[in-house]
Nanobody, 121 residues
Framework: QVQLVESGGGLVQPGGSLRLSCVAS????????IGWFRQAPGKEREGVLC????????FYADSVKGRFTISRDNNKKTVYLQMNTLKPDDTAVYYC??????????????WGQGTQVTVSS
């Protein structure tokens, strides 16, 4: 059974940092690109960042460049989203999703259940 489980969300003050984790099971993570997406209240879901099977990152959202990074540890079957200098506009439910293959794409196959990130003072 394929599963993606996100964790690490929470409440953080503006300017703070969080690291989200996405643990994969039921498929060979090393062969798949994994993307992070987010959905803020009243807005459509948007892509944030993706990491392909060769560890190359692709930014989907210009607003996070210079603040967010993505990494993976295939041995731990985990993909991370490091979020620094957080802003209130980063408040959203964050999801990880597996692509259909090794390359990044907005077309995704499997989704996690999401983790809430709230940036507020």
């Amino acid at each position: 059974q394929v599963q993606l489980v996100e964790s690490g969300g929470g409440l953080v003050q503006p300017g703070g940092s969080l690291r989200l984790s996405c643990v994969a099971s039921g498929f060979a993570l090393a062969y798949y690109a994994i993307g992070w997406f987010r959905q803020a209240p009243g807005k459509e879901r948007e892509g944030v960042l993706c990491i392909d099977a060769s560890d190359k990152s692709t930014f989907y959202a210009d607003s996070v460049k210079g603040r967010f990074t993505i990494s993976r540890d295939n041995n731990k079957k985990t993909v991370y989203l490091q979020m620094n200098t957080l802003k209130p506009d980063d408040t959203a439910v964050y999801y990880c999703a597996a692509n259909y293959g090794p390359a990044c794409s907005l077309s995704t196959r499997y989704w996690g259940q999401g983790t809430q990130v709230t940036v507020s003072s």
